[in-house]
């Protein structure tokens, strides 16, 4: 999808520094953005809350992506030191080394300062749907030890209510007996008309495997859930749920790229 897209002073910052916008005697007075470049945007505006000396929780995903390689691009030209990051992700951790960032764990750094990540839903109250990506439980343990999370998306993650935009809310299981658990999650949101289905991938699909092992079943809603702290307890206190992808109360900022140019709400 391609978005016109209007000049906003700090919409233009980031977007010169992503590289997709140039000085504005340079240019044509239209510029037209892909989806991923206002990702790109979003990510690289939350990098300017990054300061020297901060622990980082590096989030995964297509718009975090660009977030990690903006702050591996700051490092390399010195403007940025001192920095520890804590990867969410196999993938992350990959991508981190391949850019010099120096990494480490929550054994070592319980307290982090900031973390930047996506969101595959966020309500008005900020509170998301994450996991998509399959990483669900080691992004919520690394946002939930940080003192701030800024939360990066395009407009088309923003939903009236957790589960409004029809798509899956993720679930990460044991193997043993899932369809088990998959049949006791679907029967708690009944009401909801949920449909619960487990995730496989490729051509013979196989069962998706995440990083810790484990499967993840995917929580479809024609409905809302209801009161998100107590469907959250429900979820949680079936055995064989190892965690899932509600990350209520974490965000304290969201920044939104989109028609408009950015958004920046604060908790």
């Known amino acids: 999808m391609a978005i016109p897209y209007p000049h906003f002073i700090d919409t233009e910052k980031a977007a010169m520094d992503a590289g997709l916008l140039l000085p504005s005697s340079s240019r044509s007075p239209s510029v037209i953005f892909t989806q991923d470049d206002l990702k790109k945007i979003a990510a690289y505006k939350a990098v300017e809350y990054v300061e020297s000396g901060m622990v980082l929780g590096l989030g995964t995903g ?36 391949s850019l010099g960032i120096p990494l480490s764990d929550l054994d070592s750094h319980p307290v982090v300062d900031l973390a930047i990540d996506g969101a595959d839903e966020v309500d008005p109250f900020f509170n998301l749907v994450k996991g998509r990506g399959g990483s669900l439980l080691r992004e919520k343990m690394v946002e939930s030890a940080c003192k701030k999370f800024i939360v990066i998306v395009d407009e088309s993650k923003l939903v009236n209510y957790v589960g409004g935009s ?39 699909e196989e069962p998706y495997v995440t990083d810790n092992g484990n499967f993840i079943v995917d929580l479809y809603f024609k409905r809302s859930i209801g009161d998100l702290k107590v469907a959250s307890d429900a979820i949680l206190q079936l055995a064989g749920v190892v965690e899932h992808g509600m990350f209520l109360d974490m965000a304290t900022t969201v920044i939104v790229a989109g028609e408009l140019g950015l958004t920046v709400k604060n908790k």
Not at 173 to 181: A, D, G, N, P
């Open 166 to 204: 029809g798509l899956a809310m993720p679930v990460e299981v044991i193997r043993f007996c899932w369809k088990f658990t998959a049949e006791r999650l679907r029967k708690l949101f009944e009401e909801a008309g949920c449909v619960a289905k487990l995730r496989t991938v490729g051509e013979k």
């Open 62 to 97: 297509s718009t975090a992506k660009h977030a990690v390689n903006r702050i591996g691009e700051l490092l390399r030209q010195g403007k940025l030191k001192d920095i520890v990051g804590i990867p969410t992700s196999n993938i992350t951790h990959e991508q981190a080394l």
